[in-house]
């Protein structure tokens, strides 16, 4: 010990430096070693408990699933079972996280009385109480949880719960929400819209709209109560769910709204008539050409739509008037409007090409491999 503390003083300062990093960066990489194996072995362990606790629930869930659908069985058998299971429950937290997942995972492929049986396993189980603590969570990750669990298992006594979340600042939890409103929403009248005021993704649009397709048409909400919506991603879904649905009583109303000081809504209001063959529309599309020349998309779009609803000459004559317009594209879809819609605007078509300017976009509008 002496010598190696001798010999320890006799070395020159930088190999000391250099010995002391090194067994340093060993001890770390032992406790970096210790630590994985430790991690691996908790979650090996909890894996275990997981499944253990699953094939203890499996049992008395089927007999249960197999008694709620039999009406000659005694509801007594069943309160056994569901006593049995919260006896296994306990409360452990892993044991009623382990129970919700099963539950949903057995649910999303189950309908009618068996899916039924499921969701009251879930409230006798108070698990509904369970995932209602943790949709109140300050952690976000845990709330949109708790969001997801009240609605696969339509809880529909945690609506106010779920809607007080759709103003939270956490994207993920904002979204989990709204969607989670969607699914509790049964009669599709998607009243709580009133009072969004957040951003509307894409990704929340289609699952709407997947959500609205399944269900009953004759349920489906007016989407034109929303057309003036302060929030105006919520202002321009309706819009879109018009078009979707193709709701033809709200024509009159996205006349009106022509005039609204919002390009967004504007050209999305030309479009929507054109897809529901609002011929009622043309005059009043028509006429806003001048007001809107400067403007190249909505050129563009009122251009388009009049193809497809415009069914006079001065309709013929304000897409001729397009054809002198300065953007291209803008020439080429009232080239292309004209030449769809029979031989008299045709007419109209080859006359304003009697210079040859629009030979061209003629070229391209009569090739038949570029028809949509």
Request: a neutral charge.
């Amino acid at each position: 010990m002496i010598d190696i503390i001798e010999t320890w003083s006799d070395l020159p300062s930088e190999v000391k430096v250099f010995i002391l990093i090194s067994l340093v960066a060993l001890c770390g990489a032992l406790l970096f070693v210790i630590f994985l194996f430790s991690s691996r072995q908790v979650k090996n362990s909890l894996k275990q408990k997981e499944s253990v606790l699953r094939s203890r629930f499996q049992g008395s869930l089927n007999v249960i699933m197999l008694m709620e659908s039999s009406d000659e069985e005694p509801a007594a058998s069943a309160q056994f079972y569901l006593s049995q299971l919260q006896k296994d429950m306990g409360e452990s937290r892993l044991a009623k996280q382990v129970m919700t997942d099963q539950l949903i995972g057995l649910k999303k492929n189950l309908v009618g009385a068996s899916a039924d049986s499921l969701t009251n396993v879930f409230r006798k189980l108070r698990l509904n109480a369970f995932s209602s603590g943790k949709a109140a969570s300050f952690s976000w990750s845990t709330r949109a949880q708790g969001l997801f669990e009240l609605a696969q298992m339509d809880d529909k006594d945690s609506f106010e719960r779920i809607k007080s979340n759709l103003h939270a600042r956490n994207v993920t939890v904002r979204e989990e929400a709204f969607m989670a409103l969607v699914k509790l929403d049964k009669d599709s009248s998607l009243q709580f819209l009133n009072d969004y005021h957040a951003p509307l993704s894409q990704w929340m649009e289609m699952r709407i709209h997947q959500h609205l397709s399944n269900s009953d048409k004759r349920k489906l909400p007016d989407f034109s109560q929303w057309y003036n919506h302060s929030n105006l991603d919520v202002a321009l879904f309706a819009l879109n769910m018009t078009k979707q649905f193709r709701q033809l009583n709200a024509v009159q109303k996205l006349i009106a709204l022509l005039d609204d000081p919002n390009k967004s809504k504007v050209v999305l209001t030309i479009d929507t008539l054109g897809d529901l063959d609002a011929h009622e529309a043309a005059n009043p599309v028509s006429s806003k050409m001048l007001e809107f020349w400067d403007n190249d998309v909505l050129s563009r779009r009122i251009a388009k739509t009049l193809g497809k609803i415009g069914y006079a000459e001065n309709h013929w004559k304000v897409l001729s008037g397009y054809l002198t317009h300065p953007n291209y594209s803008v020439r080429f879809e009232a080239a292309q409007s004209l030449y769809k819609s029979g031989n008299q605007a045709k007419y109209i078509l080859n006359r304003a090409n009697s210079e040859g300017s629009l030979t061209t976009i003629l070229m391209h509008v009569e090739d038949p491999l570029l028809q949509s």
